[in-house]
């Protein structure tokens, strides 16, 4: 019930088209959903995050959908350019508790 | 000034060796917590501390130890490094919901 599960594993998107990362979660104590990005040879960074009160937030290129009754939220990407190229992990936390992370997604984009 | 460091960036030990991984912060935040990255496995929570008396365990704890110096230093402990135990580590602490990464420390265990 702790699990976030992540898909997919990854992605390799066209420069220009739109990236799209899903996660689902099961415990319904879950009251932040974080995005991070990760550069090779960095630590992650976090990029985004929703609370479960609002339906979709949006950050310039990077969008949060949060579909609460069925569990899910997804990253969009829009107009992917090369320098998107990175891990994204999506997470989950409840207050005053850790951070469950999944298990992350390796996002390429073509030039 | 980077707001969370970690020290060694590189280390190589070999079996059986005591190795410990610091990680220092300037941010003020009271939390902190270790995390052990692999490939296609994500990020694992090894120990969290959410004040300077608070240790808890995470999801893989066993052969690792944490001390909590103060407000703005958590150091990770390996007591007897075996190979398996090569991997990214990385520090982060946070005051709210979200988290702050440190650079990471690369292990590596002969």
């Known amino acids: 019930q702790q699990q976030v599960k992540q898909s997919p594993q990854s992605l390799i998107v066209q420069k220009g088209g739109i990236s799209i990362i899903n996660c689902a979660y099961e415990?319904?104590?879950?009251?932040?959903f974080p995005w991070y990005q990760q550069f090779p040879g960095k630590g992650p960074a976090l990029l985004i995050a929703?609370?479960?009160?609002?339906s979709e937030k949006k950050e310039g290129r990077f969008t949060i959908s949060f579909n609460k009754s069925a569990k899910q939220f997804s990253l969009h990407i829009m107009d992917s350019q090369p320098g998107d190229s990175a891990t994204y992990f999506c997470a989950a936390s409840k207050r005053d508790d850790k951070i469950i992370f999944g298990k992350g997604t390796r996002l390429h984009i073509l030039p | 000034d980077a707001d969370v460091t970690q020290t060694p960036r590189n280390r190589i030990t070999k079996t059986g060796k005591r190795i410990m991984l610091e990680c220092s912060q300037t941010?003020?935040?009271?939390?902190m917590y270790w995390y052990r990255q692999d490939p296609g496995l994500g990020l694992q929570l090894i120990y969290y501390?959410?004040?300077?008396?608070?240790?808890n365990k995470g999801e893989i704890s066993d052969g690792y130890s944490v001390s909590r110096q103060a407000q703005a230093k958590f150091s990770l402990s390996l007591e007897s490094a075996i190979p398996n135990q090569t991997a990214l580590y990385f520090c982060?602490?946070?005051?709210?919901?979200?988290?702050?990464f440190g650079p990471g420390t690369r292990l590596t265990v002969l």
């Open positions: 941010k003020g935040h009271d939390r």
């Open positions: 982060a602490t946070s005051a709210g919901r979200g988290q702050f």
């Open positions: 501390s959410f004040d300077v008396k608070d240790i």
């Open positions: 929703i609370r479960p009160d609002v």
């Open positions: 415990n319904t104590a879950f009251d932040y």
